[in-house]
DNA sequence: TCTAAATGTGTCAAAACAACACAATAATAG
DNA sequence: CTATTATTGTGTTGTTTTGACACATTTAGA
């Protein structure tokens, strides 16, 4: 048997979230359309899957073609495949969110893609579905990161207690109290203080932490409880 | 345009993942796979997408193929698509998981798809990429029933405190403290009173509740701490 | 050297939690 | 009819966690 006697097969798309922080608001990387429909609008990265290539390989070669970047944090989100989502024709796209330093991205191939770090609270318009891709993804991430410690591939590899503060604030669009996040925080022993103090600071320097690995593999299955419980 | 200039089209199915409670056990209904390559082997209950069909209606659609049911609780788990993941053709599966009460079901449509109620406990060997969906579907269960009220769909409209932690206790694998469950749940609001009593019972008759459905809607993306966390 | 802004650490009362005890109910055995 | 046994409902207690808040320390700049 070399292939189903059915006849419906789909166009299969791979569209990427991509979320930075940069130390004040949650941003997303966004690109402006390159090809009809709806060119020189707003909307996700994106491309066809190939014929011989998996989902999760699709993703980081589109991932890597916006950012230069490797081996950066992917998640699938879920499949949006509504009959009408694509005016063109019948397209189903596999959504995948990735998280990445802000920081870490060639400059070149985001040029080239004119793509932009969009603020989360500016978004424009999007095309298709993609507005309501963000939102789930956004849901995902405010999931996650309230139960696991996935807010830190956000940062660079060395960052203050402060930073990783206003990161959870940015996530979660909310204050939260100084003192009680800092003994939460240290309490789950993910944190090893490098010794260092963070230099640019205009004001009393904060200790740089770095992310305790081990801990972090062993228990990123537990649920930590990062968030305050709100009923 | 009438469509993208792009060969690729892949065929696309639907797998889906019933789970059900018995009153002792997590079970899973499972299929005799009626069409080959591995035909009359043990699989999920699947099909193909139609060309003119969401995705949600395609796996209503076989869910009530195979349960007779219509409105039953259903959630988009994870597309697969390991280029080999069936032999014959590429073929993306996009897995839905749905939990149902166990006793509201079809018999006649269950018969005839060779159907079967199979404890989670003794799993047989399932074709393809099925054994994975079933443990993701398992995770997401457990993550989702710590922290939703999703539980309730497993169960009669109406049931008894202790049936629900035998639930929990079936989900997690585990045992709990009788009367810190009651605590715990009781606190939540979710459960209302029916002034009836469990009449199959050997000795004392337990209450019967039911879930208070305002409660349920308001607070469902609310998380809630039904599980004791283990750091 | 004084001020202002930010950081590190500590206190305390209220709430939540895990572990445990005891009384009430209902079928069954004697 | 009573004792037994299994199960259910509710309470207690000491410990831990939480949220709200105070105070001392550090640093740049006035």
Chains 1, 2 share one sequence.
Not at 46 to 60: K, R, T
Request: glycine fraction near 4%.
């Amino acid at each position: 048997m070399k292939s189903y006697a059915h006849s419906t097969r789909l166009l299969v798309a791979i569209d990427c979230i991509i979320f930075g922080f940069d130390g004040e608001e949650l941003k997303l990387l966004l690109i402006k359309r390159r090809f009809e429909p709806e060119k020189g609008k707003w909307s996700l990265m994106g491309g066809f899957v190939n014929e011989e290539e998996d989902l999760e390989v699709g993703a980081e070669r589109i991932l890597h073609e916006l950012t230069g970047l490797h081996n950066i944090y992917v998640e699938q989100l879920q499949t949006f495949g509504k009959v009408d989502r694509d005016p063109v024709e019948r397209t189903l796209s596999v959504v995948f969110f990735a998280l990445i330093n802000i920081h870490n991205h060639d400059e070149e191939s985001v040029k080239s893609h004119s793509a932009c770090w969009i603020s989360l609270k500016q978004m424009p318009k999007l095309i298709f579905d993609h507005e309501k891709m963000v939102q789930l993804a956004l849901e995902r991430l405010r999931y996650k990161a309230a139960l696991h410690p996935i807010g830190f591939e956000l940062l660079p590899q060395q960052f203050t207690i402060p930073q990783l503060q206003k990161l959870y604030e940015a996530i979660y669009d909310l204050k939260l109290d100084r003192r009680n996040f800092s003994r939460k925080i240290l309490s789950t022993g993910l944190l090893l203080d490098t010794g260092e103090k963070n230099a640019n600071s205009a004001t009393k320097k904060a200790i740089l932490y770095r992310l305790n690995k081990e801990k972090y593999e062993s228990n990123f299955n537990n649920f930590w409880y990062f968030m305050p419980v709100t009923t």
